[in-house]
């Protein structure tokens, strides 16, 4: 395993070396072949339906009770 290529799952890094969460699987085919993408620290690259997509984490909504 690579820094550039990580396993599935096992999260990844940018290129300034900053590791990141990785998705499980593409959000549009379904496939698991997901790599970083070097042009957002957010990025993924699916390389079974060439698309690009971003992750974010906007944040946590709690109840009312909460």
């Known amino acids: 395993m690579s820094a550039n290529h990580p396993e599935r ?3 990844g890094f940018d ?8 998705p499980q699987y593409c959000p549009y085919c379904g496939d698991e072949d ?3 993408e070097p042009s957002s620290h957010r990025a ?9 997509f971003e ?3 906007i944040g946590l909504k709690l ?4």
């Open 9 to 11: 799952g096992t999260g």
């Open 55 to 57: 992750v974010s984490f």
């Open 34 to 36: 997901l790599r970083p």
């Open 63 to 66: 109840g009312a009770g909460a």
């Open 15 to 22: 290129g300034a070396g900053e590791q990141r969460a990785a």
């Open 44 to 52: 993924w690259n699916c390389r079974a339906c060439a698309r690009v």
